[in-house]
């Protein structure tokens, strides 16, 4: 399943699921906030319930949208115990998107004398 909200269906549809789906993925990751998030859930390696705010230097209100972001194209999951959300890696995902950027990163490139 391609999550189209980060690019209109309009120019979704010209490319592949798989490059919808990088786009995605690095369009989540392409904040520094969110990638301060997920470092910090990562070193934890437990679900965190505590506050993000006394770890980042952010409003509660933007932290939350960071994760809601995080969480839309699964790289997090969120649950509800009390009056709480607690969030952690979703490591089945996480291997999932990391496998596909190293896809990416491994192709090999073209060189050429003739290149600028």
């Not at 999550?3 to 490059?19: C, L």
């Not at 491994?106 to 600028?116: E, I, L, P, R, S």
Request: net charge positive; with cysteine; charged share 15%.
């Amino acid at each position: 399943m391609v999550i189209k909200y980060f690019m209109g269906a309009t120019k979704a549809q010209h490319f592949t699921e798989a490059q919808n789906q990088l786009a995605n993925y690095a369009k989540a990751l392409a904040h520094p906030a969110r990638i301060a998030i997920l470092q910090y859930l990562l070193k934890q390696q437990t679900c965190i319930c505590s506050n993000l705010v006394e770890e980042l230097p952010l409003a509660q209100a933007t932290i939350s949208q960071h994760l809601k972001e995080l969480k839309a194209v699964g790289l997090i999951k969120g649950n509800v115990e009390g009056t709480s959300v607690c969030y952690c890696i979703d490591h089945e995902k996480w291997e999932e998107v990391r496998a596909t950027f190293l896809l990416l990163f491994t192709g090999k490139v073209a060189h050429t004398n003739n290149c600028c």
